[in-house]
């Protein structure tokens, strides 16, 4: 039933993946060049998109020009912390652990003594996680600018359709290498590049509170969410089609619509009048 409406074309071929990974490759020194900078600063979190991304940079800059940043909270998982901090000394990158909870609860005390009301219990999990997205945007740009570096990014395809970043937080970068590639894809090439299969598995998050993951708070799982985008958004057909064709609720296509169009602000430069 697939077949025909152009969803293979996720799937990427031997041929495609090395060309994707050295097209990678280029644009990650091209960047570093362009900035007049001498290296990349990354965020490690011990998942898929920030592992590829770390050894698709060393790919292209070499040890010396990667240094890595873990920034473990207390809603973070203890084993992915120190999987962040394998994946660094894998690569033999230089890396710091740089811990933010006091950072977080500062600003915290700070908004309080400043007669700032607390936030409702329903969103204060959000508010809080973006803060915490947003002091690691923090600690980062403060070990780049230090170092003359930029700040890479590790967003995919999907989070960036969907808006499913934290604005000035894991989306405040100097350039995003996999923002290209669907989730799906960015599976594969990590695979493709020998990044091991642990990290290619675990479920996904992006440890902004207590016990969340990606799949969890979107509502549904990569494999079809990546479908529904690209059969939406890139090859443009109706909800009632793409529904059709994947033999599921309209109710989780309008759900993917409705977060592309409300996220359109966040893949926007900030307008003026």
């Known amino acids: 039933m697939l077949a025909g409406h152009g969803i293979s074309d996720l799937e990427l071929t031997e041929q495609e993946l090395e060309h994707t990974k050295e097209r990678i490759i280029q644009f990650i ?15 490690l979190s011990g998942g898929i998109d920030s592992t590829l991304t770390a050894y698709l940079a060393v790919e292209a800059l070499g040890v010396g020009g990667v240094y890595g940043v873990v920034m473990p909270s207390k809603v973070n998982k203890k084993e992915n912390m120190k999987d962040a901090i394998q994946v660094a000394n894998d690569i033999k990158i230089e890396h710091s652990v740089i811990e933010i909870e006091s950072i977080v609860e500062e600003i915290e005390s700070s908004m309080g003594k400043g007669g700032v009301k607390k936030e409702i219990d329903e969103i204060e999990d959000r508010v809080i996680g973006n803060l915490r997205g947003r002091v690691r945007a923090i600690v980062l740009y403060r070990m780049a600018n230090a170092n003359n570096s930029i700040v890479i990014g590790t967003g995919n395809r999907t989070e960036a359709l969907i808006g499913y970043f934290t604005k000035y937080g894991d989306g405040a970068v100097d350039c995003h290498p996999i923002g290209n590639l669907y989730k799906c894809q960015v599976r594969q090439l990590a695979e493709w590049v ?16 207590e016990g969340q993951t990606d799949e969890k708070e979107l509502g549904m799982g990569y494999d079809i969410l990546d479908l529904i985008l690209y059969l939406l958004i890139e090859q443009k057909m109706p909800v009632g089609e793409v529904q059709k064709i994947l033999e599921i609720d309209g109710k989780e296509v309008l759900e993917v619509q409705k977060m592309y169009e409300l996220s359109e602000h966040k893949r926007s430069v900030p307008p003026s009048p």
Request: aromatic share 6%.
């Open 194 to 209: 020998g990044v091991p299969n642990k990290y290619i598995t675990k479920a996904p998050t992006a440890g902004l509170w």
């Open 29 to 43: 020194g091209k960047s570093v060049i362009d900035a007049g900078a001498e290296g990349v600063v990354i965020g």
